[in-house]
């Protein structure tokens, strides 16, 4: 008797185990099935707010300055495909959580899924792009998913006191593969009727633009061994907030220029291409690139002066800056007066000779020279407000970044970098810029020694980097590369270190090499 009382109690706690597990992975399917329900919800009210995107975009627009940098250096342009996977993980251990707890007390694994489709919901609601209905996904992924879990846990309660009800078992495998397979197919099924994706890539295609004269780049600008100096657009840095990228068809594009000026403009993108179109080689630089860093593009921009636009809307000699906002509720401050000089600030709607990609603005963003992004790159433009810094904060601001955001003039190596180098004449290349400035030198010095000067290439014009080059005859050994940059004025770089925020980093790009 005590044998068999033994194995009893092993038998039980070994179908315990077993049915936690099973709790567990029902827990999971019934959040997946959730988010599949969500995403063909968001399809037919034709909203990117799904669960997963509300709660990634509140999840932007509240991360602290240091936290988005360590974010940017960890990841790159890729952190928000690891914010999507991490909010999945985040939401798929819970809903396992959940899972395990409502075998016993239903309540309580249905309190965890309350609570995320709540957040989800809530969510949703502060997003400026959400709309009447944005919060409606994430509603129906917590009700599906409460009645998926609620299905799981009747198939499981008998197994916690009979581990070997193999009826139990078999409706719980099979009630499991029907909401795998269901979750699969309302995944897809959400993809399909999503088609404004695919529709804007239609349209983008379609589109026929003013192409500029050439594309190619000016002649004697491409230094020995650098980067590029045209950077290709699939290649060309992104940083925004945007979590999913909005899908705004050109026909439906409008934009309101009002405030504080004489006359408000309300412009249709067949408005803007009846105006005369400017194309202009531009490298533009996101306020966390760090030193050395790639955050930083060249391209050839396609667009409308910006500054015809805000004449002809006549701005009051009292305003000082223009907010403007983005399909996602992105803004972004920009001094006025780089808005009416003469670094011919643009509404570009081309991109190296093609129409915007659509994760870079389509079909209209603003590029100003000499700014970095957060107070000027506004992607996905819909609204310009001229106004005075006094009168608004805009998204960066109350998150510790500078009002203003000048580009720093900076230099980099390019070349050589991560690899070994044979003794002898070694090309050291790479870019320097100074956006709306220019750079009219640059040097390299090795192992701490004196600063030897590179010879320039061409340069583009004073709104573009500057590519450079030098020949070291290299000893065997390891040893210190560091480069500086001047300014057009004379004025060399900062050779202090500081981080990105609040205003962009400064400091020598040094790099090791090792010679054989």
Not at 231 to 239: H, K, S, V, W
Request: aromatic share 6%; net charge neutral; proline share 6%.
């Amino acid at each position: 008797m005590p044998a068999e009382r033994e194995q009893q109690t092993v038998r039980r706690a070994d179908g315990g185990r077993a049915t936690r597990w099973r709790a567990a992975i029902g827990g999971i399917l019934a959040a997946l099935a959730g988010l599949a329900a969500g995403s063909v919800a968001a399809g037919l009210l034709g909203t990117s707010q799904t669960p997963v995107v509300a709660i990634g975009s509140a999840f932007i627009d509240r991360v602290p300055p240091w936290l988005k940098d360590l974010a940017i250096s960890w990841f790159g342009t890729n952190d928000k495909t690891a914010l999507r996977i991490g909010i999945l993980i985040v939401l798929l251990a819970l809903a396992a959580i959940g899972g395990i707890l409502a075998v016993r007390r239903y309540w309580a694994g249905a309190l965890i899924v309350v609570a995320l489709g709540g957040v989800a919901v809530a969510a949703a609601l502060t997003r400026a792009d959400s709309g009447q209905t944005g919060f409606v996904p994430s509603a129906v992924a917590g009700l599906t998913a409460l009645g998926v879990l609620r299905l799981n846990t009747k198939r499981l309660e008998p197994l916690i006191d009979f581990p070997d009800d193999g009826v139990s078992r078999r409706g719980f495998l099979q009630l499991s593969g029907g909401v795998a397979i269901g979750s699969a197919a309302l995944g897809l099924l959400g993809r399909v009727i999503s088609g404004s994706r695919t529709a804007v890539a239609d349209a983008r295609r379609n589109l026929k633009l003013p192409l500029p004269p050439s594309l190619e780049p000016p002649a004697g600008v491409q230094a020995e061994g650098a980067t590029p100096w045209a950077t290709p657009n699939e290649d060309f840095y992104r940083i925004d907030t945007a979590l999913a990228v909005p899908q705004i068809m050109p026909s439906d594009w409008k934009l309101r220029i009002h405030g504080m000026v004489d006359k408000e403009l309300n412009l249709t993108f067949d408005d803007l291409l009846k105006r005369n179109v400017m194309h202009k080689w531009v490298t533009l630089t996101c306020v966390s690139n760090e030193v050395g860093g790639d955050l930083i593009g060249n391209a050839l921009w396609s667009g409308v002066l910006l500054k015809d636009l805000l004449e002809e809307a006549g701005p009051s000699k009292d305003a000082d800056a223009i907010q403007s906002t983005s399909k996602d509720g992105f803004t972004a401050g920009t001094p006025l007066s780089t808005l009416l000089d003469d670094r011919q600030a643009m509404l570009a709607f081309a991109m190296n000779g093609e129409p915007l990609p659509v994760a870079h603005g389509f079909p209209v963003r603003i590029v100003v020279p000499g700014l970095y992004g957060y107070v000027s790159a506004t992607k996905w433009l819909t609204d310009i407000e001229v106004t005075r810094f006094d009168q608004f904060e805009a998204y960066w601001t109350p998150r510790g970044w500078s009002e203003l955001g000048p580009i720093k003039l900076s230099s980099r190596i390019d070349v050589p970098l991560g690899k070994k180098v044979t003794a002898g004449p070694v090309t050291v290349a790479g870019v320097a810029w100074d956006q709306h400035v220019g750079v009219s030198k640059v040097e390299v010095r090795v192992d701490g020694g004196p600063w030897q000067q590179t010879t320039l290439a061409a340069d583009g014009s004073i709104d573009t980097w500057r590519q450079w080059h030098w020949t070291w005859d290299a000893p065997r050994g390891t040893h210190i590369l560091q480069v500086r940059a001047v300014d057009a004025k004379g004025t060399p770089q900062i050779e202090a270190s500081a981080p990105p925020a609040p205003d962009g980093s400064t400091g020598l790009h040094t790099i090791s090499v090792k010679v054989d």
